[in-house]
C-alpha cells in the first residue's frame, strides 16, 4: 500500500503564535494564533478505538501552557476512551531561557498536589528544565508537565485528546482537579530510555513502552520495511522522495508494508510507530 500523505488541522490557541515554522504559512495578520498544528489520517476518527494508535501535532507556544497531566490507558479506559497518553517532545527551535516543566521537585502526596493546584504554588514545585533545539524527551501518562513559551516542536503521542488542567495562572479556562489529581504520578521526572545511535545518521530517542521514536540524519534511497506495525514518517528539513512523489518538510506521511524512500543530502526525519520494540532492518 502506498505512504498517505496526512491532513493538516490548524488549532488556534491563546498560547500560539502569527509566525510558524518555515515550512507553515503565516498567520494572516488580524487572524488568531495558532498553536498546533495535527496530522490526521484521512478518513479515520482520530482518538477511537479503532483510529491510528499515533498523532503528530507541531506546537508553538508564546506563552506557557497550563499545569496539566494526562491518565494512562487503564485509567482512560474506566472513562471511556480507548487509551490514555504517553507523549514524546522533539524541540526545533528555542529561544533563550525557554524550559519546560516535568515532574515535581520532590515527591508529593495526592493530598499535597490538590492543595498546591488551588492555591498555585505548584508553579514553583515543578522542575522546570532549560530547553535547546535537538532536546527530547518521552513522558508516560501521568507525568506532571508545562510547556514554557517561546519553543516550536514536535510531539507526538498516543492519539487520544484527553489532557487534565490542574493550574492556568489564574485563568477561566475550565480545571480538571479530581480527574487530575487521580491521573497525576506528583514525583521527579525520570527519562525512561536514554537515547542512543544504532547506525550512522539513525538516532533511537525512546523505545516504549507506547511508541517507538527514531531521528534520521543521513540520505540515500531505499526500501522501508515495517513489521506490521504502521510507520509515521515526519520530515523536519530536506527533500526526498517517497513511492514516486514528493517528501518534504511540513507534511507527515503514514507507510505501512514496503515503501520506496529516497532522501536527499540534507534530510532530517523522525520515525515514529507504536508499542515496543526497535524494527531493526527498517530501510535497506
Do not use: C
Request: hydrophobic share 35%.
Amino acid at each position: 500500500m502506498p505512504a498517505i500523505r496526512l491532513t493538516t488541522k490548524r488549532v488556534e490557541k491563546p498560547w500560539g503564535r502569527r509566525d510558524l515554522w518555515p515550512s507553515f504559512e503565516s498567520v494572516p495578520e488580524g487572524g488568531n494564533p495558532v498553536g498546533e498544528i495535527w496530522f490526521e489520517v484521512p478518513g479515520a476518527k482520530d482518538g477511537s478505538a479503532d483510529g491510528p494508535e499515533l498523532l503528530i501535532k507541531y506546537l508553538f507556544t508564546s506563552d506557557r501552557l497550563s499545569v496539566q497531566v494526562h491518565p494512562d490507558d487503564a485509567t482512560a479506559q474506566k472513562q471511556g476512551y480507548p487509551r490514555g497518553k504517553d507523549e514524546a517532545w522533539v524541540i526545533l527551535q528555542a529561544e533563550p531561557h525557554a524550559s519546560i516543566a516535568l515532574g515535581t521537585l520532590n515527591a508529593m502526596s495526592k493530598d499535597e498536589l490538590r492543595r498546591a493546584s488551588l492555591d498555585g504554588s505548584i508553579e514553583s514545585l515543578l522542575d522546570w528544565k532549560a530547553v535547546k533545539k535537538d532536546d527530547s524527551f518521552y513522558t508516560t501518562a501521568g507525568t506532571i508537565h508545562a510547556i514554557g513559551p517561546g519553543l516550536t516542536l514536535v510531539e507526538i503521542q498516543q492519539n487520544v485528546d484527553l489532557t487534565y488542567r490542574l493550574y492556568d495562572y489564574g485563568s477561566d479556562r475550565e480545571l480538571h482537579l479530581d480527574q487530575g489529581v487521580e491521573a497525576a504520578n506528583p514525583v521527579p521526572y525520570v527519562a525512561v530510555y536514554k537515547p542512543h545511535d544504532v547506525a550512522p545518521g539513525r538516532e533511537i530517542l525512546a523505545d516504549g513502552p507506547k511508541f517507538v521514536l527514531e531521528r534520521w540524519r543521513e540520505s540515500g534511497s531505499g526500501t522501508l520495511r515495517s513489521d506490521g506495525r504502521p510507520l509515521w514518517l515526519v520530515p523536519l528539513s530536506g527533500k526526498g522522495e517517497i513511492d514516486g512523489g514528493p517528501f518534504e518538510a511540513g507534511g507527515v506521511w503514514l507507510a505501512q508494508g514496503e515503501t520506496a524512500l529516497t532522501l536527499d543530502e540534507g534530510a532530517d526525519m523522525l520515525v515514529a510507530y507504536p508499542r515496543d520494540g526497535v524494527i531493526e532492518d527498517i530501510w535497506s
